[in-house]
């Protein structure tokens, strides 16, 4: 049967905002001032779109009502996504101005513009970063016990730990690296943190330089023995630096960290193996040029420009620092053992569909999906006792056939990786679809693409100038009355890890034309087609970008009767967002609700007055896509779930996946996610025309993440 009724209190909360939605404003016969439907100025730039992401993650560390040790995560959240956005973001836009290129974005700017502005951008964010820790956190941390020390305030007891410590764990892995005419300036690794140390041969009277690394494998901020304080692990060896240079002077030293260019380039179309070429650009990247210098902000010139000059980088490409380095390492601050200082565990459930006759035993789960589609919402719902155990079930199962599906990013403690071997051993056709070109994942996914080729699984590992992105499962079953197909399309990754922290939607469907349209697509990555048509599924590059653009312009045809709603991660597509404008123009309402980077610019007179955007950001990630069209499938709504955002890079240059969502149990499920979200005003911000974001207004407080989470609680008893 398909899902039941929903929780009669959310159910009242989001009926009561759903009739307070502000009501289509019509056409406007009058000229946008500035903003003119051929101008740049419509469109919001992408680069300065995700610094505004990050800083509403940073402003999540600020909100007292989080708690404390959740607020130090949120900190080391926002110093990890701007190292990424260093290593491909700010590395791609220097690669331009080195090679010359003139290109200017959708919103006008040109390259060296986009890094002149995101250079002040980033300075503030990282003052605020610093401020909130300093003045803010880490005081409050002390109050509650738990404090940061400097080695200045270590008594005899303590230094005697850090000295045992040092010299048993830290010192056998350290190798200091001297600058001289026989040493060259070493190589500084991406992202590590080191030491810049001046010593002085007190015989000859010579100065050097030598760099010492802060070994990654050790904790970043080491633990005394009570478990309430923190010393650092630089300052640890800052202190030991004699043991390390025995007979010389010291002179002054500093931290500093390198950041350098991490995004790969491929040539395909050179590439007899993709395998070994990936494998052969992963070694190059370790060698990228230098797009970032951290340092300490009271370091000496003589360092500063040894550095600078032996790294090649200019002024602007250097960020001085108050506070620690590489703030990414509080995550070790928020591993330590205080539940009372962080949020309230959260255990997935599982909806009564997929339960067995005990509560512990799983159901039989293709009975389960004959008896209806199965909306799955993680990480509210198990991604173990739905997609892992659709997976586990098919690989033991002896009436399956065979079994595909997409991999593009997973983790070790899956149990996908050893169904499909098991499968195979088993003697069913198994067939995996492993992306290597999946960022910062490529070197995991190699390993994965190994080991299920040594079981003796038929491994595809992408096609030439596209990644697989699809989040989708195939598994074909004889049955008595024939072959049946079973599907699984997701918008997340077959990740039990990220299931456990994202927000993601999957259906699980035994839909004839869905399971044909699957068998299109994976014949389609495994073999050779051209145009393949598909009955059901919006498959990118092919038919996304036409299939949401033609739908939007229906939908426009209906005026103020008409209603858009899409839920994704990015919207930065210039001909979708030109198509949001002429739809805003005919009087349709739109809603989108965009996590990280909007190019739209919302409520804009005469172009976008019908366009509201909002952001979700709070403990979990908003991963999901959700496209809503009120007259969609022409004789009433129709909504499309997948792995696609609207970007050029996910329409034109990856394979993507919407599926729609045709149960009307279902329908009203994912309307009723809409509604809680466009009803939330605790996590939720709201983008202006002039293109800042502001938090919503508190008026009903609804916290979307804690009423997904009462919504799968009355799932579970099959309410």
Known sequence: MPDGPQNSVADAAVTEVGQSRPMPVEPSVAEPVGFLSSSPDRFLNRELSWIDFDARVLALASNRSVPLLERFKFVAIFSQNLDEFFQVRVAGLKDQVAAGLGNRTADGRSARTQLREIRERLQQERRRAEELLLTD??????????????????????????????????????????????????????????LAVVVNDPISGDQRFARVKVPNLLPRFVAMPDGHRFVALEDIISEHLAVLFPGMTLGPHHAFRVTRNA???????????????????????????????EVDDDVSTEILDLLTRE?????????????????????????????????????????????????????????????????LHHPYESFSTSVEEFIRQASRDPKVLAIKLTLYRTSSDTSIITSLVRAAERGK?????????ARFDEKKNIGWARELEN??????????????????????REEADGIRRYSHVGTGNYNPKTARLYDDLGLLTCDPEIGADLTQLFNLLTGFARDPKFTKLLVAPQAVRPGIAD????????????????????????????????????????????RGICCLRPGVPGLSENIRVRSIVGRYLEHSRIYYFAHGSGSGPLSYIGSADLMPRNLDRRVEAL????????????????????????????????????????ANSIDTHLMFEDLAMARRGGQ
């Open 429 to 437: 056709q198994v067939a995996a679809l492993v992306e290597l070109k």
């Open 659 to 698: 599926v729609p969502i045709e149960d009307e149990a279902l329908q009203s499920r994912l309307q009723q996610i809409i509604d809680v979200q466009l009803a939330d005003d605790q996590l939720a911000w709201s983008l202006d025309p002039d293109s800042r974001w502001h938090r919503v207004d508190a």
């Open 551 to 594: 739908l939007i312009a229906a939908e426009a045809t209906h005026g103020a009767g008409g209603r858009i709603v899409f839920k994704m991660n990015s919207l930065v597509d210039p001909d979708l967002i030109d198509a949001l404008y002429r739809a805003s123009q005919a009087g349709t309402s739109i809603d989108l609700i965009v």
């Open 137 to 194: 956190l880490i005081p409050q941390l002390a109050a509650d016990g738990v404090a940061f020390a400097s080695i200045a305030e270590l008594d005899d007891a303590d230094r005697e730990y850090l000295d045992s410590f040092f010299h048993d764990r830290v010192f056998p892995v350290l190798t200091p690296l001297a600058v001289d005419p026989g040493h060259p300036f070493p190589y500084i690794s991406d992202l590590s943190l080191n």
């Open 455 to 476: 079981a003796g699984v038929h491994v595809v590992y992408g096609l030439k100038g596209l990644k697989i992105h699809t989040k989708t499962t195939l598994v074909v």
């Open 311 to 375: 790294l090649d980088l200019d002024p602007e490409d250097v960020y001085l620092c108050s506070g620690p380095l590489d703030l990414g390492g509080l995550m070790s601050v928020h591993s330590i053992d205080r539940p009372d200082l962080k949020d309230e565990p959260w255990k997935p459930v599982t909806q009564a569909r997929l339960t067995g006759d005990a509560p512990d035993q799983p159901a039989d789960i293709f009975a389960a999906i004959r008896g209806g589609d199965v909306l």
């Open 263 to 293: 995004d790969l380039t491929l040539e395909e179309d050179e590439a007899d193996d993709l395998l070994e070429a990936v494998e052969l650009e992963l070694r190059r990247r370790r060698f990228g040029r230098a797009v970032r210098l």
